[in-house]
């Protein structure tokens, strides 16, 4: 337990906040930090062919040590963390054996952690847990996945006894920003299938998830002296606001749950002259996804039609990308790499949960390139934000699944 608390915070105190406004490969250069870090520590621990490319992205292998013909199999995580709230001076606080009551984060601005709220926190009485100090987020998302990797890499190095086929381990930048497998290299990867650990909860094991985009919309304003403005300030602020209403005020992610989509406004800025909104657009079904991107061109072309005359040309201009698709279609084909975590975690006792992740993965973008790649918990609660947590024995579990996983896998022998 103690090694994997070491090792998480170690990871967890440095600054890896991605920048989605950024051009380069990675998006920050604070993310070379810990990646560099990494790379020494894989090789500590005894891994083989540690390599770091110009974008940062890691890999690193673990020789088979079985005479069996065995798939080779690979466990990726990824080392940034959301710019959606601050990864700079994260400084983790460990609450031994919880007592089931609220948790005071930071005295001082009365930031508490409470199961009133968070009512997860009840799973994790008499556990250990690691939280924030209240003033950043923690990092779990995807620290905790890169603790178990690396922990449980080290366990089978340490114990030859155990059998497995060669096993790849994949570290990559922007993950968070959805550009985490733009630049992974599937071939020099060179699995039969992969594993992201970067899930919540105990048990959670996903191969289902959004199809994703991303839209930038520009309003254009016209500023006149508001004492002499009428029927000439065009306010863009108030169009961007127009705009908003127009979405379906219920299908936005604190409304939504399961397989349902969303559209989820996460910044806007703007002035008399010019107001920048940017939303993610989120749907499991193709079809739905494929809707709300048709309604987003919908209500921009009604509003430019309305300011037209006024305002000479379009005053709205809408930008949409696509992120990434549901892995579904990729991972059903081999449906018996899902059955081998699932397996791996009833025979620890562990419950597997079933579900569409209300998210992404690198899995995601890699099992359409060709790795198909389920996910797996990696144990922490409430990622993105100030009250983030991870029990350590769900981090513990991870890793036993991991190598449970490799276990299994080098029972098949694939010259038969």
Known sequence: MQN??????????????????????????????????????????????????????????????????????????????????????????????????????????????????????????????????????????????????????????????????KIRVGFTPDEEIGRGAHHFDVEKFGCDWAYTMDGSQVGELEYENFNAAGAKITFKGKSVHPGYAKGKMINSMLIANDFINELPKDEIPQKTKGYEGFFHVH??????????????????????FTKRKELIAKITKKINK???????????????????????????????????????????????????IRGGTDGCQLSYKGLPCPNIFAGGHNFHGRYEYVPVESMQKAVEVIVKIAELTAMTDNSK
């Open 267 to 288: 910044h806007l800025t703007g002035s008399i002259e010019e107001t920048v909104l940017e939303l993610i657009i989120r749907d499991h079904s193709k079809k739905k």
């Open 4 to 165: 994997i608390i070491d090792r998480f915070i170690s990871y967890a105190i440095i600054n890896t906040e991605s920048d989605s406004n950024s051009e380069t490969t990675p998006s920050t250069k604070r993310q070379w930090a810990l990646a560099e870090m990494l790379v020494e520590e894989l090789k500590t621990i005894g891994m083989k062919g540690v390599t770091i490319d110009e974008n940062a992205y890691i890999m690193a292998t673990l020789p088979s040590n079985t005479d069996n013909d065995v798939p080779t199999i690979g466990f990726i995580s990824h080392f940034d963390t959301t710019p959606d709230f601050t990864g700079a001076n994260v400084k983790p606080q460990i609450i031994k054996n919880y007592d089931g009551g609220d948790i005071i984060l930071n005295e001082e601005q009365n930031i508490i952690l409470s199961p009133k709220y968070f009512k997860d926190l009840l799973q994790y009485k008499g556990q250990t847990l690691i939280t924030t100090d209240g003033t950043t987020l923690l990092g779990a998302d995807d620290k905790a996945g890169i603790t178990e990797i690396v922990t449980a890499i080290e366990f089978l190095i340490k114990n030859p006894e155990i059998k497995h086929g």
């Open 306 to 356: 309305k300011f037209a005359k006024q305002f000479g040309e379009d005053i709205v201009i809408s930008e949409i990308k696509d992120q990434y698709y549901n892995m579904k279609e990729k991972v059903l084909p081999v449906k018996h790499i899902v059955d081998i975590a699932e397996n791996a975690m009833r025979q620890l006792g562990i419950k597997p949960i079933i579900k569409p």
